[in-house]
């Protein structure tokens, strides 16, 4: 069974409270999900490999690390794009490969519209979500990353609801979920609850 990593920190809670606030507007929706993505990208890459590195500071010569795994962030449209720009700032190096998936809300099921992927799969993939609710889009996009040769999946996302995480399991047992929190439950139309809403429409002012 795939490991699910629950961030606990007091700023993620913090942060979280303002994130979920229907009342926060679009401006301060979009900070919240950067500051929160860059604590659950901090977590999500604690276990990288690191290398030696010869460098010389002002006063000598020295060994230090450096990552060298080739790494690639893979944002699920349109939401996903919200968490890109803070994993970028903490990855410089990192590839950026889009995936596009709506949700059909009378059949719940993922909808592609957009893929990019290149001949040369990354090392390492950290697919990019705010919401994993149902686990439909998250499964599809892992399958996606997988097909495209990479084996090493982390998926980050800001809230995760019991049953998405139990459905990411089942089918992608090798995959870690990192997420800000586990919710209670889906309400009748598939959205988290207590939830902070519609993410892509909060991001994108879109509502
Ligand atoms: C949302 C969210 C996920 C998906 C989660 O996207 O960003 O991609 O729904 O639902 P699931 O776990 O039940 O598949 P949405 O379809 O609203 O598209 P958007 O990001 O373009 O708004
Ligand atoms: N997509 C969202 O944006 N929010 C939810 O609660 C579920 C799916």
Excluded at 24 to 33: G, L
Aim: net charge negative; proline share 7%; glycine share 6%.
């Amino acid at each position: 069974m795939s490991r699910v990593v629950e961030l606990k920190h007091p700023l993620v809670r913090h942060h979280m409270a303002m994130l979920r606030d229907k009342n926060t507007p679009t401006y301060i929706f979009r900070d919240q999900i950067r500051r929160l993505t860059l604590l659950l990208a901090y977590e999500a890459t604690a276990t990288l490999p690191v290398e030696p590195i010869e460098i010389e500071t002002p006063l000598c010569k020295t060994t230090c690390k450096h990552v060298e795994t080739r790494m690639g962030l893979v944002p699920i449209l349109r939401a996903g794009l919200g968490m890109c720009d803070a994993v970028q700032d903490l990855i410089p190096q990192a590839e950026i490969w889009h995936l596009g998936f709506y949700r059909d809300e009378s059949t719940l099921e993922p909808v592609e519209y957009y893929q990019k992927f290149s001949d040369h799969p990354p090392e390492i993939a950290f697919i990019l979500d705010p919401m994993l609710a149902t686990g439909g889009s998250a499964c599809e996009a892992i399958a996606m990353v997988k097909k495209w040769g990479v084996n090493k999946i982390s998926m980050l996302c800001t809230i995760a609801s019991p049953e998405g995480i139990e459905k990411v399991q089942d089918v992608h047992p090798d995959v870690t979920i990192f997420t800000c929190a586990i919710d209670e439950c889906l309400n009748e139309n598939a959205y988290i609850v207590p939830g902070l809403g519609d993410a892509g429409d909060r991001i994108f002012n879109t509502l």
